[in-house]
């Protein structure tokens, strides 16, 4: 089983500041198979970003994300008040499919 | 729109069972592999079992195997969660999640909003 370590934890910014948060793979991820979702409260997760870079339907160009092999990063260039959340990164390279445990971003 | 609306959630005794359903609707049900994702009180989230577009296979985490079924029912965009043996580390918000494409290695889009279960006495 691949076990994804997210950094830090929680990630206090303000709004307007650039948000960098990492997803670790304890092996290689096949295919670059990562996903990123975002999750507020009482809400299901959504997806942002599959294929460790492509943004998915609808996801504003502020979000990108990058990396390969077991190092992968979600980037949030300027952050809006709507972007306080908690991020999940996700493989589905390999069954059993699994997720980080989540990066709380919260206003400073 | 692509919708999927989880109901059955509750509350059970230890050892006891519940029925989970996912209706969906706004696209060729049958076309996609179907997913159940959990998260637990204040936790990450953790999937569940999986099962392909015709029901002919089927994948679970190893701490359900044996004790949860999934299935499907295509003529009526159905998907089914069976659980069995419930045990308090079952507690969560279970959510039925679509996958993005018809491949087997894809991500989870959309989810349903979720039916909470809590396994106590």
């Known amino acids: 089983e691949i076990v994804l370590t997210q950094s830090p934890g929680t990630l206090y910014l303000s709004p307007g500041e650039r948000a960098t948060l990492s997803c670790r793979a304890s092996q290689s991820v096949s295919g670059s198979y990562l996903a990123w979702y975002q999750q507020k409260i009482g809400q299901a997760p959504r997806l942002l970003i599959y294929?460790?870079?492509s943004r998915a339907a609808g996801i504003p160009d502020r979000f990108s994300g990058s990396g390969s092999g077991t190092d992968f990063t979600l980037t949030i260039s300027r952050l809006e008040p709507e972007d306080f959340a908690v991020y999940h990164c996700?493989?589905?390279?390999?069954?059993?499919?699994?997720f980080g445990q989540g990066t709380k971003v919260e206003i400073k | 729109e692509v919708q999927l609306v989880e109901s059955g959630g509750g509350l059970v005794q230890p050892g006891g069972s519940l029925r989970l359903s996912c209706a969906a609707s706004?696209?060729?049900?049958?076309?996609?592999?179907m997913s159940w994702v959990r998260q637990a009180p204040g936790k990450g989230l953790e999937w569940v079992a999986n099962i392909k577009q015709d029901g002919s296979e089927e994948y679970y985490v190893d701490s359900v195997k044996g004790r949860f079924t999934i299935s499907r029912d295509n003529a009526k965009n159905s998907l089914s969660l069976q659980m069995n043996s419930l045990r308090a580390e079952d507690t969560a918000v279970y959510y039925c999640?679509?996958?993005?494409?018809?491949?087997?290695?894809?991500?989870?889009?959309?989810w349903g909003q979720g039916t909470p279960v809590t396994v106590s006495s």
């Open positions: 294929g460790a870079s």
């Open positions: 999640a679509r996958s993005k494409s018809s491949s087997w290695h894809a991500p989870f889009d959309p």
């Open positions: 996700q493989q589905y390279g390999s069954s059993p499919w699994t």
């Open positions: 706004g696209f060729t049900f049958s076309g996609y592999w």
